[in-house]
Nanobody, 120 residues
Framework: QVQLVESGGGLVQAGGSLRLSCAAS????????MDWYRQGPGKQRERVAG???????NYANSAKGRFTISRDNAKNTGYLQMNSLKPEDTAVYYC??????????????WGQGTQVTVSS
């Protein structure tokens, strides 16, 4: 069974850092692209960062200069390094990825979400 497993969330003080991981497990060939989303209390889910198949990255304005998305193709894992965290970054963070489950089949998956809480 293919799934995305997230880890790395937690409670941190404002100004601190966390690194989220998103590992693709099961029978897959590779990750094509990956995005990180978040949903804060009472807010809509928003896209935070993305990385393409060839490593190009893009960020929401709220994340630029503080968050870094990366990937380790050998481990089929993506990361979101979050620095200078603010209370408004508090949210459930989700990874979303297009995975090559066969050499010709590309499918989209969501992780289960990981809670990030930033205290002031």
């Amino acid at each position: 069974q293919v799934q995305l497993v997230e880890s790395g969330g937690g409670l941190v003080q404002a100004g601190g850092s966390l690194r989220l991981s998103c590992a693709a497990s099961g029978s897959i060939f590779s990750i094509n692209s990956m995005d990180w989303y978040r949903q804060g209390p009472g807010k809509q889910r928003e896209r935070v960062a993305g990385i393409t198949y060839d490593g190009r990255t893009n960020y929401a304005n709220s994340a630029k200069g503080r968050f870094t998305i990366s990937r380790d193709n050998a481990k089929n894992t993506g990361y979101l390094q979050m620095n200078s965290l603010k209370p408004e970054d508090t949210a459930v963070y989700y990874c979303n990825a297009d995975l090559w489950v066969t050499t010709t089949s590309l499918r989209n998956y969501w992780g289960q979400g990981t809670q990030v809480t930033v205290s002031s």
